[in-house]
Every structure is written in structure tokens, then in C-alpha cells.
């Protein structure tokens, strides 16, 4: 079982910048792909970014050069580093874990960019 706790989100203004925490309190955090997915009003989920356990990282179109995805898995804590922040990106962020057949979500963090 992992147990995942998103934080970090708020209010920022167009065109600045939040780190979001995916904390995991579950044991072997390292073999999990953590993904970082936002849905905004009325709109379907989206895949924001991953990270494999070994580092290997893919982020969407739709947020690269702005967005960085990490991990220390030392810490069981996953990052999204979010810079120049858009009205768009306002939306729930939601973190999961993913391992073959499991698949775990935090409850979400609201990320509101707006002046």
C-alpha cells in the first residue's frame, strides 16, 4: 500500500512559480513511476509528467521549458517544479504512483494562476 500526500499548491500570479510534493508514506518508493496529472473545470485529466524509478523523465508538450520533474527517493518524495505560470495551468494536481498493476493517487492540490 502507498499513501500519497500532495502539497505545494496556491495562488501565484501569471508568470510565476510553485514546487508541488508528492510525499509517500508506503515502503519501496524507488520502484515506482510517479506521475503528475492536473485537471482544470470541466475538463478530463492530463498527464502532466512522469519520472521512472531510475530518473527517467517525460513531461507534456503543453508545460515543457516551464515544468521539471524529480524525485528523491531517499525523502519518498516526488517534485514538480512549476515556473512561469500561466492562467491555463490552473487546475487540481494530482500525484499517483504507478507499478505494473498498482496504481495509488493522492488527493490533489489546487494550483489557481491568476493576477
Known amino acids: 500500500q502507498v499513501q500519497l500526500v500532495e502539497s505545494g499548491g496556491g495562488l501565484v500570479q501569471p508568470g510565476g512559480s510553485l514546487r508541488l510534493s508528492c510525499a509517500s508514506a508506503?515502503?519501496?518508493?524507488?520502484?515506482?513511476?510517479i506521475n503528475w496529472y492536473r485537471q482544470a473545470p470541466g475538463k478530463q485529466r492530463e498527464m502532466v509528467a512522469n519520472?521512472?524509478?531510475?530518473?527517467?523523465?517525460n513531461v507534456a508538450d503543453s508545460v515543457k521549458g516551464r515544468f521539471t520533474i524529480s524525485r528523491d527517493n531517499a525523502k519518498n518524495t516526488a517534485y514538480l517544479q512549476m515556473n512561469s505560470l500561466k492562467p491555463e495551468d490552473t487546475a487540481v494536481y494530482y500525484c499517483?504512483?504507478?507499478?505494473?498493476?498498482?496504481?495509488?493517487w493522492g488527493q490533489g492540490t489546487q494550483v489557481t494562476v491568476s493576477s
Open positions: 499517483n504512483a504507478r507499478f505494473h498493476t498498482l496504481s495509488y
Open positions: 508506503g515502503r519501496r518508493f524507488s520502484i515506482y513511476t
Open positions: 519520472i521512472t524509478g531510475d530518473g527517467s523523465t
